[in-house]
């Protein structure tokens, strides 16, 4: 997830199944606490999955980038 003038941005890896969600969040507005994007994006990534994720937060080697990555997930939905 990285900050741009316009909006936060994003790229989420999934392994089973694989695949790639990436595009920018309508909200919160770029200039927000790294922590408002973060919840947006997990509460994205939990939509996308269908699963209550556990996702740790770090600060990536540039300004204004973080990677979070799923440290637990909940139960797979009923099919």
């Known amino acids: 997830m990285y900050r741009t003038p316009d909006r936060w941005r994003f790229a989420v890896y999934f392994t089973d199944p694989r695949g790639v969600a990436d595009g920018g969040l309508d909200h919160p507005v770029p200039s927000c606490e790294p922590e408002i994007a973060q ?15 556990d996702v740790a937060w770090q600060e990536a080697g540039q300004p204004g980038c973080w990677t979070g990555a799923v440290t637990n997930t909940g139960p797979l939905p009923v099919a």
Do not use: D, I, V, Y
């Not at 919840?39 to 990534?45: D, F, Q, V």
């Open 39 to 53: 919840a947006a994006l997990h509460r994205r990534a939990e939509e996308l999955t269908h699963r209550k994720l």
